[in-house]
């Protein structure tokens, strides 16, 4: 008898990496963001894109805050075309990063969504702060 965990077969291993690989171009996870902003490694923006009275109650020290609908053309012309923005928002309860990211990329930026937000900074253990 199968469980429902098996009942479809796992893909083979060359589409999984695929896959897989695939899927790391589109996001990130807390962890790497926070070693990037801790060690030096930062190559990227990172963007709190809710509200600003959410982003004044606790964000990511170094994020900037830009909700968005505020993600428009002549904004982000403040950074080099070649900019990666990696953007978060609530939590995996919220879709305003997916918003963020539809809106990057519509205006060709290079954008990965940090899917946990602000829930999975503090589930790792990671610290919020007030500016």
Request: aromatic share 8%; proline share 5%; net charge neutral.
């Amino acid at each position: 008898m199968k469980s429902a965990v098996s009942e479809i077969k796992a893909a083979p291993s060359e589409q999984a990496l695929n896959y897989f690989k695939k899927m790391m171009s589109f996001e990130t996870d807390c962890w790497d963001v926070h070693d990037a902003l801790n060690n030096d490694k930062q190559d990227f923006i990172l963007l709190d894109v809710r509200g600003p009275a959410l982003y004044e109650q606790g964000h990511i020290n170094g994020a900037l805050n830009l909700p968005h609908g505020k993600i428009i053309e002549r904004k982000m012309k403040e950074w080099p075309d070649d900019t990666l923005f990696i953007v978060y928002c609530a939590g995996p309860h919220c879709n305003g990063a997916m918003r963020a990211a539809i809106r990057l990329a519509k205006l060709g930026r290079a954008v990965k969504t940090m899917p946990g937000g602000i829930t999975g900074w503090i589930d790792e253990g990671f610290n919020l702060i007030k500016d």
